[in-house]
T-cell receptor
Framework: GIQVEQSPPDLILQEGANSTLRCNFS?????LQWFHQNPWGQLINLFY?????KQNGRLSATTVATERYSLLYISSSQTTDSGVYFC????????????WGLGTSLAVNP | KAGVTQTPRYLIKTRGQQVTLSCSPI?????VSWYQQTPGQGLQFLFE???????NKGNFPGRFSGRQFSNSRSEMNVSTLELGDSALYLC???????????FGQGTRLTVV
């Protein structure tokens, strides 16, 4: 089946720094979503981005479907950005199930 | 509009008991998925329902079951609880299968 790999697995930043998280996938996908899970377990959908670039405040995402990767950019990081960032894809097959990466754990220090 | 609502938020059960968790999706959403997350782990897919039918299923034993009602609300049941079932159970809803997923706050289940 399709594989979803996220890098780096862990990241530590100082407040105000920028970062780039990567999601690689091994086959064609219908869509790709980025999520943030805060330290209390709440999962927030950040982007629904099958292709192209989207921006939401300090966050932006780019998916290059033909090259099978997506990038999540975090600028001017804040302590509230801490948590785990997950990438999930829907395989361009029949079952339309979300396939998840293992996540990038981000800690932003004040 | 209201988000995805999961009840209860916290639950403590004893080994061998059974438990039922509830998920009310966003109004108009017809797909509901369930996930299990243990500390430090990613999301393990349990099952997905659409229009009252189970459309996808993960690799969990038969003790884990679910259903979806005509109003799209979903329940999952775990029978004969084991200590290893202690986890955060998350529910997500989307308009359609594989659509943009929105999560509830989860139910933290502790089995003692």
């Amino acid at each position: 089946g399709i594989q979803v790999e996220q890098s780096p697995p862990d990241l530590i930043l100082q407040e105000g720094a920028n970062s780039t998280l990567r999601c690689n996938f091994s086959d064609s996908v219908n869509n790709l979503q980025w999520f943030h899970q805060n330290p209390w377990g709440q999962l927030i959908n950040l982007f629904y981005i099958p292709s192209g670039t989207k921006q939401n405040g300090r966050l932006s995402a780019t998916t290059v479907a033909t090259e099978r990767y997506s990038l999540l950019y975090i600028s001017s990081s804040q302590t509230t950005d801490s948590g785990v960032y997950f990438c999930a894809v829907v395989y361009a097959g029949n079952n339309r199930k979300l396939i998840w990466g293992l996540g990038t754990s981000l800690a932003v220090n004040p | 509009k209201a988000g995805v609502t999961q009840t209860p938020r916290y639950l403590i059960k004893t080994r061998g008991q059974q438990v039922t968790l509830s998920c009310s999706p966003i109004s108009g959403h017809r797909s509901v998925s369930w996930y299990q997350q243990t500390p430090g782990q990613g999301l393990q897919f349990l099952f997905e329902y659409f229009s009252e039918t189970q459309r996808n299923k993960g690799n969990f034993p038969g003790r884990f079951s679910g259903r979806q009602f005509s109003n799209s609300r979903s329940e999952m049941n775990v029978s004969t609880l084991e200590l290893g079932d202690s986890a955060l159970y998350l529910c997500a809803s989307s308009l359609d299968l594989g659509g943009q997923a929105f999560f509830g706050q989860g139910t933290r289940l502790t089995v003692v």
